[in-house]
């Protein structure tokens, strides 16, 4: 019943930018907090950026720090990734989770249930 649908991926020029989102259905979206990983070709699943369950807190890794915008909408149970500057070693899936109902975004994976698809995202050089 829970639902997590990633769009917005895409082949984009090194130094452009995507916009992903994440629409969630089946749960209370404002009780939980959320995140976004990747996953590269033969690499393992990394965080990338995480957001409490207000959208008052985000965090994100220092490989995107800077460039990088995560935004929740409790009011259309949607979170986004905003991805801008991007560069070739971003390329990878990119999926989205949510966590434990009021509890702490994290950047660990094991601290997420609920998680959805993926969409790629391919950044060319």
């Known amino acids: 019943q829970v639902q997590l649908r990633e769009s917005g991926g895409g082949l984009v020029q090194a130094g452009g930018s995507l916009r992903l989102s994440c629409a969630a259905s089946?749960?209370?979206?404002?009780?939980?907090?959320a995140g976004w990983f990747r996953q590269a070709p033969g690499k393992e699943r990394e965080f990338v950026a995480g957001?409490?369950?207000?959208?008052?807190?985000?965090q994100y890794a220092d490989s995107v720090k800077g460039r990088f915008t995560i935004a929740k909408d409790n009011r259309n149970n949607t979170v986004a990734l905003q991805m801008n500057s991007l560069k070739p070693e971003d390329t990878a899936v990119y999926y989205c989770?949510?966590?434990?109902?009021?509890?702490?975004?994290?950047?660990?994976?094991?601290?997420?249930?609920?998680w959805g698809q993926g969409t790629q995202v391919t950044v060319s050089s």
């Open positions: 957001i409490s369950y207000g959208g008052g807190r985000r």
């Open positions: 989770a949510v966590g434990t109902p009021y509890g702490l975004e994290s950047d660990v994976a094991s601290r997420y249930y609920y």
């Open positions: 089946g749960l209370t979206f404002s009780s939980y907090p």
